[in-house]
T-cell receptor, first 112, second 110 residues
Framework: EAQVTQNPRYLITVTGKKLTVTCSQNMNHEYMSWYRQDPGLGLRQIYYSMNVEVTDKGDVPEGYKVSRKEKRNFPLILESPSPNQTSLYFC???????????FGDGTRLSIL | DAKTTQPPSMDCAEGRAANLPCNHSTISGNEYVYWYRQIHSQGPQYIIHGLKNNETNEMASLIITEDRKSSTLILPHATLRDTAVYYCIGLGGSNYKLTFGKGTLLTVNP
């Protein structure tokens, strides 16, 4: 089954404690991206990757890092999380602009 | 990317067709019209997309006007599980970024 898998689904942690949210897709997609969703602000892109070792900033990249060492994985790294990064996060992947992108089920992060 | 305009909310009776409009008057010739929906904090779900021609799949139909300035998503027999926020997005060229607006909250009533 084609899917995008995010882990963890839920996490409560404290300010400053480094965390990584993993994202893996099994569709051999070249394009992967991360979004965050906040009430009243909608879905905003954090980072994206067009292929292995190619990453670029989206609209709200501050405080985040990503890496793309393998095609299937695109982890989102919060080196020093802060409360304003409390949000619902989604990973997505796709292959061509004329084909749909697939989203993960989301990761709800709470930074205390 | 094409700027899209959708009504903030719509209601539909269960079993009836839901027709969700979208204006995208600035869409360029190589931009597809995509529809996604999000059911209460779940990941956005792809519904359908099209370039010029009308499209139909197992979930919905997409009607695009001849001038491509607007489109309508049709859910032929809405169910309670179709209650969601529906997003109309223009996407094309070398740009893969899905820009989500506020969408339309469709509420299907029993």
């Amino acid at each position: 089954e084609a899917q995008v898998t995010q882990n963890p689904r839920y996490l409560i942690t404290v300010t400053g404690k480094k965390l990584t949210v993993t994202c893996s897709q099994n569709m051999n997609h070249e394009y992967m991206s991360w979004y965050r969703q906040d009430p009243g602000l909608g879905l905003r892109q954090i980072y994206y990757s067009m292929n292995v070792e190619v990453t670029d900033k989206g609209d709200v990249p501050e405080g985040y890092k990503v890496s793309r060492k393998e095609k299937r994985n695109f982890p989102l790294i919060l080196e020093s999380p802060s409360p304003n990064q409390t949000s619902l996060y989604f990973c997505a992947s796709g292959n061509r602009v004329n084909q749909p992108q697939h989203f993960g089920d989301g990761t709800r992060l709470s930074i205390l | 990317d094409a700027k899209t305009t959708q009504p903030p909310s719509m209601d539909c009776a269960e079993g009836r067709a839901a027709n969700l409009p979208c204006n995208h008057s600035t869409i360029s010739g190589n931009e597809y019209v995509y529809w996604y929906r999000q059911i209460h904090s779940q990941g956005p779900q792809y519904i359908i997309h099209g370039l010029k021609n009308n499209e139909t799949n197992e979930m919905a139909s997409l009607i695009i006007t001849e001038d491509r300035k607007s489109s309508t998503l049709i859910l032929p027999h809405a169910t309670l599980r179709d209650t969601a926020v529906y997003y109309c997005i223009g996407l094309g060229g070398s740009n893969y970024k899905l820009t989500f607006g506020k969408g339309t909250l469709l509420t299907v009533n029993p």
